[in-house]
């Protein structure tokens, strides 16, 4: 584990209670586990264009960047972008790298639709 993230405000503690909650008494060995979460898929290609925006302080830094690899692997359209020196959920507080997150999300949104990419 990257010791540089999830300090702040989502912590590995906090991250393997909310999903053995979620998880109860299933194994996630069958192809329900996706149900969970689509990067426990082995084939993403049905996935839709992604946009994902992550902190470079985040505990899914490098869970979310696994996954844009996979989904660029898969051919589906995808846009990754890291923010530095941010933490998980820095979307929700005022600052440069807000900003900065919703104009890409804005962007990206737009792109998508104009491409026809999004139903």
């Not at 909650?21 to 996706?34: E, F, H, M, Q, V």
């Not at 104009?103 to 949104?109: K, L, P």
């Amino acid at each position: 584990a990257n010791p540089t993230t999830g300090t702040f405000s989502w912590s590995r503690q906090a991250n393997h209670f909310c999903w053995e909650s979620l998880r109860g008494a299933y194994a996630l060995d069958d192809d329900r586990k996706t149900l969970f979460s689509p990067a426990l898929a082995t084939d993403l290609s049905d996935l839709p264009p992604t946009f994902i925006c992550v902190g470079a302080l985040d505990l899914f830094l490098e869970e979310d960047l696994a996954f844009a690899l996979t989904l660029s692997r898969s051919g589906v359209p995808m846009e990754l972008h890291v923010y530095p020196s941010v933490p998980h959920m820095f979307d929700q507080l005022p600052g440069e790298q807000t900003a900065q997150a919703t104009q890409d999300i804005a962007r990206a949104v737009r792109r998508m639709i104009a491409a026809g990419l999004c139903d």
